[in-house]
Nanobody
Framework: QVQLVESGGGSVQAGGSLRLSCAAS????????MGWFRQAPGKERDFLSA????????DYTDSVKGRFTISRDNAENTVYLQMNSLKPEDTAVYYC???????????WGQGTQVTVSA
């Protein structure tokens, strides 16, 4: 079973950037497709982006396309989410998750808070 730990969250002003990291332990990350999700206060957890085990295929929800970039370094057992042009509406707890079948994200980190001020 893989354990995931997110880091890199914080507080930034609108227009700023952050890079989130998701470090895996317990099993090699190359066995999993990976995803990033977020949950704002009082809202459901939303899908943001996913990347295949090889890193060759990526997917993004429309609201972050062109602003966020997902990547992975299987040698470092880490997945990243580069977030640029941040907006106040990006404020949320951000989670990474792992999927063995590319459909069901069964393993989750504890989340990292991102706060974007106007």
């Amino acid at each position: 079973q893989v354990q995931l730990v997110e880091s890199g969250g914080g507080s930034v002003q609108a227009g700023g950037s952050l890079r989130l990291s998701c470090a895996a332990s317990g099993r090699t990350l190359s066995s999993y497709a990976m995803g990033w999700f977020r949950q704002a206060p009082g809202k459901e957890r939303d899908f943001l982006s996913a990347i295949s085990w090889s890193g060759l295929d990526t997917d993004y929800t429309d609201s972050v396309k062109g602003r966020f970039t997902i990547s992975r370094d299987n040698a470092e057992n880490t997945v990243y989410l580069q977030m640029n042009s941040l907006k106040p509406e990006d404020t949320a707890v951000y989670y990474c998750a792992a999927s063995q079948d590319g459909l069901d994200f069964a393993y989750w980190g504890q989340g990292t808070q991102v706060t974007v001020s106007a």
